[in-house]
């Protein structure tokens, strides 16, 4: 490694730093790397070095080389905004169309990760909307936030076109600068003036803002690797901690609230949904969650759900050891507690959604949150291997429930559409099929036939309306591919479930026929159907529920795991349970 690109060394054993910031909240300032006086490598401490900056550009250049077709929630048609991507026909950042990207991300972004002071942020965007100079971060930092409002701004359209009850339509321009042509400003800012990536408050905002932006398109390993970088720089400057006796000024405090909170946020959610520990467990936060009034109740709400489902990570998918020593008593006992907590977070959601004055979501969009949760608490988990068959229902029910509050969010709203969204839509789908099916004679003897007939169907329409809906949106090849594929497994699983039951009824009826009661003219009551799915009369071994399938109907679960953002020969906890995607699992 050249010693230039690390620090210039004027003499043997001395670096040359970064010009210090001398603002609050930063951490001190030298090179990971440098020589010491023998001419050997030495690591000296705080994660603030030019190779930690330039690790941080490398993920963020990653969140942009993906397509920019799934940058918009619909395709542009005549009453939509034109979105330009290429610099040469990039139209002017005017200050009307910054107003408009501005409200673009007041709508859709803020809401959920309140991470910028709404007063510091119209500030900002009015002086740099207006061409006014301002440092190299909040530069990266309006730019960004341009990207996002961009990201959204078909949705935003659509909306204040919805909400024009006074018959005059408010402004928004006729076109945009594309989200990528803003996201790539945002970077050229970084890229000249690397020296500000070093653990500040500036810092994090700008990394937290693309990972919101690469939040919208395929989420993987970059993305929670960029949030973790982001949170290890809050814990460096002492973000999770509250330190007793503090002088800071109410104001100070709420921006570090802000901050770290968003960024614990945004970390939880994406190593949820990848099936990966966080980078801070909650006994190491001592920091409380400031908000200020309505318009972050929201945002102060989702922050709380984060919480619960960064313990049912500790608790539930903590590796091997979660049941060890744990008699079942003691694990359905975990269980409830989390779920009793999902409870009340759900009892105190309408109160708070209707007090909220800035977002747009639905009821809907939030309600996913607890469905979505609530199915993966008590579907089989290092916790619990073999669940319970109330935990079964409780799973398969809540994935049903989640899916049709995404079907009403996309059928009813103006949400645009974000790769996470569809993968909570594919992870529902897959955890209800794959429930059922290896768990078929329980549910049918104890929850009843209905259920499977009934029930099941209606909530696989319902993924395959959301799938449907996303691939017309998008037109992805990809999307495309894993419709047809999730329907394959979907049919087949209707038809084993069909099957099954009707082999079973013909079973029962000629054991009847062969062992006629001893009175003929006693009445008799029929048998309950869901009684013939006894162990003692099952036809089909679990084994056969199972493996009895054509070997190409399995060809493409490496779609599923593709889509997911689980990469080949990567352990994650999503991978211990029962609902592993790969071709082993439908075998065990």
Known sequence: ?????????????????????????????????????????????????????SYAKALARSSASEPNSWRRSYPAGPHDATVVGRPEEAPALTPERAQFLLKSYQMWVDPIYPLLDPEYLERLVDSCGSGSTAEA??????????????????????????????????????????????????????????????????????ILLICIYSSYGPVGSSQWQLSGLAMRMAIEIGLHYAPEGSQMVDGDLSQRSRVFWSAYAIEISLAYNLGRPPSIGDEHITASIIGQGNKTSLGIHHIKHRQIQSRIVSQVYCGHKASVGLSEEERQIVLSGLQAELDEWRSLLPTIYHSDTVSRYPLSYWERLYHGTSFVLHRSSPLCPQPSVQSLER??????????CMTDTLRNSNVSLSWMLVQGVLFAGLTMLVTVRTNIRTLAAQVGLPFLLVDIPSWIRQCTICLTITNERWSEDLLARLDTEFEVLASDTIKLIS??????????TSHQMSNPPSNSNENRRDVPLDTIWHDDILGMTQESVLTDRPDDDWGNLPLFRQFLGIDDGVQTFWDIGSMDLDNSSWAT
């Open 1 to 53: 490694m050249d010693a230039s690109s690390l620090g210039t060394a004027s003499e043997p054993g001395n670096v040359t730093p970064i010009p210090q910031n001398t603002s609050s909240g930063s951490a001190p300032d030298m090179s990971l790397l440098a020589l010491n006086a023998t001419g050997e490598l030495k690591y000296l401490g705080p994660s603030s070095g030019t190779f930690y900056a």
């Open 137 to 206: 971060e909040e530069m990266a930092v309006f730019y960004f936030v341009m990207a996002l409002g961009a990201t959204n701004c078909v949705s935003t359209r659509r909306q204040m076109q919805a909400e024009n009850t006074d018959g005059r339509m408010k402004y928004s321009p006729s076109f945009a600068p594309s989200p990528s042509y803003l996201y790539s400003k945002g970077l050229q800012c970084i890229d000249d003036n690397v020296h500000f990536l070093k653990p500040s408050l500036a810092a994090i905002q700008i």
């Open 395 to 404: 799973s398969i029910r809540s994935a049903g429930e989640y899916l049709t």
């Open 499 to 508: 099957t099954s039951i009707s082999s079973q009824q013909l079973s029962e």
